[in-house]
Nanobody, 123 residues
């Protein structure tokens, strides 16, 4: 059974940092990534990484501030978030694709999802 479990969310002041983790079990994934959804908004792409870790993709809004990585030995993916701003407040979801050739920057490109972890950035 495939399971994705996020952790690491919380309350942080603007300018601060947080690291999210996503522990995966039950399957080998081609790509994994992070999406986020703020209240009243659609789910949006944040970052994605290939199974080898060689390819990384970022939304323009987080480029230069967030870093995605993965430790395949631990079946865990990370999102290091620095220089957080109020606009980063959202529920962050871990996602994974077992399908080759899908667009990992779109929600429909992923076929497994975690339950989400809340990140709140305060002023």
């Amino acid at each position: 059974q495939v399971q994705l479990t996020e952790s690491g969310g919380g309350l942080v002041q603007a300018g601060g940092s947080l690291r999210l983790s996503c522990a995966a079990s039950g399957q080998t994934f081609f790509g994994t990534g992070w999406f986020r959804q703020a209240p009243g908004k659609e789910r949006e792409f944040v970052a994605a990484i290939s199974s080898s870790g060689a390819y990384k993709y970022y939304a323009d809004s987080v480029k230069g501030r967030f870093t995605i990585s993965r430790d395949n030995a631990k079946n865990t993916m990370y999102l290091q978030m620095n220089s957080l701003i109020l606009g980063d407040t959202a529920v962050y979801y871990c996602a994974a694709s077992t399908r080759f050739g899908t667009n990992w920057s779109r929600p429909e490109g992923m076929n497994y999802w975690g339950k989400g972890t809340l990140v709140t950035v305060s002023s």
